[in-house]
């Protein structure tokens, strides 16, 4: 596991309300009982199961969203998750979120944006960069870079705003104006995500298109609506799960890059067993993947623990670990200057990792 957690990593699928720290949610949830807010019989048994299924986590999501909606919180937790990534050498973080609306306390689907650039700001524990930079800046971080070890840490943040299915055409071409607008501040581009038995392709449909045509990056949870989803061609899909022969054909030929869940995959059935799991398939033909933790809050996993299953359940060793880790700084939603600055440091270490 050592080796795993102090190898430079980079994070592209992780939901902000997925990856809090238990501590935080135990100490919100304290806060709110007897509050009248949540009624703990109801939901008891979903927090304390292990395997969710998918409809169960969502429900979890809902008892996490009335816990955190409001404007410290989701400074905090931002902070908190970013502090989290950055102390298992996560050097390039995309963090997701659903902008949320909550009028009891005052909150538009902007202040809740900027309530995550205020969590951004005030970290302090570890250098993070989120602006994006002027294309003549000389260099991105002060003091020089040191991804491994243990000097200080460093950590690129760009953030993706996310879609939720239960949005209508509206509300999510919204959340695209909001996204666009907030570019200057590290939003780099759109998630499409939340419940799959809930919503409707053509629903989102004018959003994506508006926001690829504008320039954001999109990346979709795929594993249902996959042909529309991949005829759509976005920059990367997440997860890969319930494909069909023709969905691997049509992926494969596309080349879209796939954002891999292990252990989400396997907590939500998704996928029967790791065993059986499709990473292995596409690991063997070569076709560009990630690994990512999905809500490492919710599934108790982190990147480095996601690295570790993979080496153990397919039989890779570090240096084949290293390459995975290596080769996501191609499918990063961010410059070119920042992907020369990744490559540059994951070089730095590579004979450690040989
Ligand atoms: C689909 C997921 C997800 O946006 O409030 N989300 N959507 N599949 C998953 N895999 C299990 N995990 C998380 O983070 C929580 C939200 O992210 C989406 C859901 O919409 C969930 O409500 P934010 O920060």
Same mark, same amino acid.
């Given at each position: ?5 102090s190898?430079p990593?980079?994070?592209? /699928? ?5 990856? @809090?720290?238990?501590?935080t949610l ?8 007897? *509050?009248?807010?949540i009624?703990?019989?109801?939901v008891?048994?979903? @927090?304390l199961?292990? +395997?969710?299924?998918?409809?169960? =986590? ?12 409001? /404007? ?6 931002? $902070? ?7 102390s298992? +050498? ?17 909150m ?7 309530? =995550?650039?205020? &969590?951004?700001?005030? #970290?302090t ?16 971080f002060t ?5 491994d ?6 950590i690129?943040v760009?953030?993706? %705003?996310?879609?939720?299915? $239960?949005?209508t ?11 666009l607008?907030?570019?200057?501040? &590290? ?7 939340? +419940?799959?038995?809930?919503g409707?392709?053509?629903?989102y449909?004018?959003?994506? *298109? ?6 954001l990056y ?5 594993g249902?609506e996959?042909k529309?989803m ?16 023709e969905?691997?054909?049509q %992926? ?9 869940c292990?252990t ?13 799991h499709?990473?292995? /398939? %596409?690991?063997?033909a ?5 690994l990512?933790?999905?809500?490492? &809050? ?8 996601e690295? *570790?299953?993979?080496?153990d359940?397919f039989g ?9 880790? $290596? ?10 200057? #920042? *992907? ?5 440091n ?9």
């Amino acid at each position: 596991m050592e080796w795993c957690v102090s190898m430079p990593k980079i994070e592209l /699928h992780a939901h902000l309300n997925g990856s @809090i720290r238990d501590s935080t949610l135990l100490e919100l949830t304290k806060a709110l009982i007897g *509050k009248g807010a949540i009624n703990f019989s109801e939901v008891e048994h979903i @927090i304390l199961k292990y +395997n969710r299924s998918v409809e169960e =986590v969502f429900k979890l999501f809902d008892l996490i969203h009335i816990l955190t909606t409001d /404007h410290n919180t989701v400074a905090r937790i931002t $902070r908190e998750v970013i502090e989290d990534f950055a102390s298992e +050498n996560v050097v390039y973080l995309e963090l997701r979120t659903t902008p949320k609306r909550n009028d009891s306390v005052g909150m538009s689907k902007r202040s809740y944006v900027e309530a =995550v650039l205020k &969590g951004l700001r005030s #970290i302090t524990s570890v250098d993070v960069d989120f602006i994006p930079h002027c294309e003549d800046s000389k260099t991105l971080f002060t003091p020089a870079p040191a991804i491994d070890g243990h000097a200080r840490k460093r950590i690129f943040v760009r953030l993706l %705003l996310s879609i939720d299915r $239960r949005e209508t055409t509206e509300a999510a071409m919204d959340t695209v104006k909001l996204a666009l607008e907030m570019r200057p501040y &590290g939003v780099v581009g759109i998630d499409l995500s939340g +419940n799959p038995s809930i919503g409707d392709w053509t629903t989102y449909l004018p959003a994506l *298109k508006f926001a690829r045509e504008q320039g954001l990056y999109v990346t979709l949870h795929c594993g249902e609506e996959i042909k529309n989803m991949l005829d759509f061609r976005p920059q990367r899909i997440g997860h890969a799960c319930f494909f069909e022969d023709e969905h691997w054909r049509q %992926l494969k030929s596309s080349n879209i890059p796939v954002e891999i869940c292990l252990t989400s995959n396997v907590r939500t059935m998704t996928v029967p067993s790791i065993d059986v799991h499709h990473f292995a /398939h %596409l690991y063997n033909a070569k076709h560009p993947l990630v690994l990512c933790t999905d809500d490492s &809050g919710v599934f108790s996993t982190c990147l480095s623990k996601e690295y *570790k299953i993979a080496a153990d359940s397919f039989g890779l060793g570090r240096r084949e670990m290293f390459e995975l880790s $290596r080769n996501a700084v191609e499918y990063i939603f961010a410059d070119s200057k #920042i *992907k020369e600055d990744l490559r540059r440091n994951f070089n730095s270490v590579a004979k450690k990792y040989g």
